[in-house]
């Protein structure tokens, strides 16, 4: 029983660390899981769905501005979300790589956009002010919520929104070096 418990403490803590900075993260290679992979089965790491098994998504708030914003007003470019918090360490971390992508992929049709999740306004300003794109405020996580396959609460998270508005790939955890590139490329040449 004592066994059990430990185990069980042990997959609660690795869980938790996603978001705690403690060196438990361990990202995990690419792999292809089809959208009907049940939502309790989702993995840390990257999902990337096969074209003709994508569904449509949309995810609109409003910006630390409170003007609208939608994944949907960037309909035909292909739309990278950011989930992050402020409090969040591997959120701050991920951040110049996603920076970066940004920049590389500018003018090409990406758009990039942050969805700011149980996040204190005041707090998010600083980080905001460091990111090359706006955000979409999700105070209570019930947007993040609404995203298939990317657990309540799980930050970071970044999902791939094809130009047709579909959701493309999933990555829970950490933005990792040259992952996005890739995936991006990819996603522009298809027709």
């Known amino acids: 029983m004592r066994r059990a418990r430990g185990v069980a403490l042990v997959v609660v803590a690795a869980v938790l660390a996603g978001c705690g900075g403690t060196g438990l993260y361990a990202p995990t290679p690419v792999v ?68 970066q992508a940004h920049e590389a992929f500018l003018g090409q049709g990406v758009t990039f956009l942050g969805l700011n999740v149980l996040d204190d306004p005041i707090a998010a300003a600083g980080l905001l002010a460091s990111s090359p794109y706006p955000s979409i405020f999700d105070p209570d996580g019930e947007l993040l919520a609404t995203v298939p396959g990317v657990p309540p609460r799980s930050l970071p998270s970044t999902v791939v929104i094809d130009r047709q508005g579909r959701l493309a790939a999933r990555i829970i955890g950490p933005v990792q070096p040259g992952q996005l590139d890739p995936l991006l490329a990819e996603l522009a040449s298809e027709v």
Do not use: K
Not at 70 to 98: K, M, Q
């Open 32 to 99: 292809t899981i089809p959208a009907t992979t049940p939502a309790s089965d989702t993995r840390v790491g990257t999902e990337v769905i096969p074209a003709d098994e994508r569904e449509p998504l949309t995810v609109g708030g409003v910006d630390s501005d409170g003007n609208s914003l939608s994944t949907a007003d960037y309909f035909g470019d292909i739309v990278v979300l950011n989930a992050w918090a402020s409090w969040c360490a591997p959120c701050r971390e991920e951040l110049p790589l996603l920076t």
